[in-house]
């Protein structure tokens, strides 16, 4: 998911499940400043160049998850927060074995963007 928006500015649509995008206090707290530094960075120019849109799944009840997603909306208004009524970090979990959802989510996503993605004479989607 931290990929996904890393790389955002490529695409018409990413989909992020619980990215890990609060480092400094979360999993990387422990990585050298400069990397720190340069991981936020990206994130924030990825984000901000980005003309598709770029959705994030996070757990409600998960706070730390949920407050770190809230930081996102501030980088491009191509962002949007999907809130599910879960304290797991791994979203993508409890929507495929507890709601069934994953699948569909996915698959309607794909469908929404082969229909509306721009596409040259050629065949091949706009940039």
């Known amino acids: 998911a931290t990929a996904c928006l890393l790389f955002a500015r490529f695409a018409h649509l ?4 619980s990215p890990q ?5 979360g999993q990387g707290r422990f990585l050298p400043e400069v990397v720190l530094d340069r991981f936020e960075a990206y994130m924030s120019t990825s984000l901000a160049a980005c003309k598709g849109r770029v959705v994030v ?4 009840r998960h706070h730390f998850d949920s407050r770190a997603a809230r930081k996102l909306l501030s980088h491009s208004p191509h962002v949007h927060l999907v809130y599910h009524e879960t304290d797991l970090h791994n979203t993508t979990k409890f929507l495929h074995e507890r709601q069934g959802q994953l699948t569909s989510m996915v698959k309607l996503a794909v469908s929404q963007v082969m229909i509306t993605a721009p596409v040259r004479a050629s065949g091949t989607l706009c940039e």
């Not at 799944?57 to 409600?60: D, K």
Request: aromatic residues 8%; positive net charge; charged residues 25%.
């Open 14 to 17: 990413s989909l992020a499940f």
């Open 57 to 60: 799944h996070v757990g409600r």
């Open 21 to 25: 995008v609060e480092l400094r206090s």
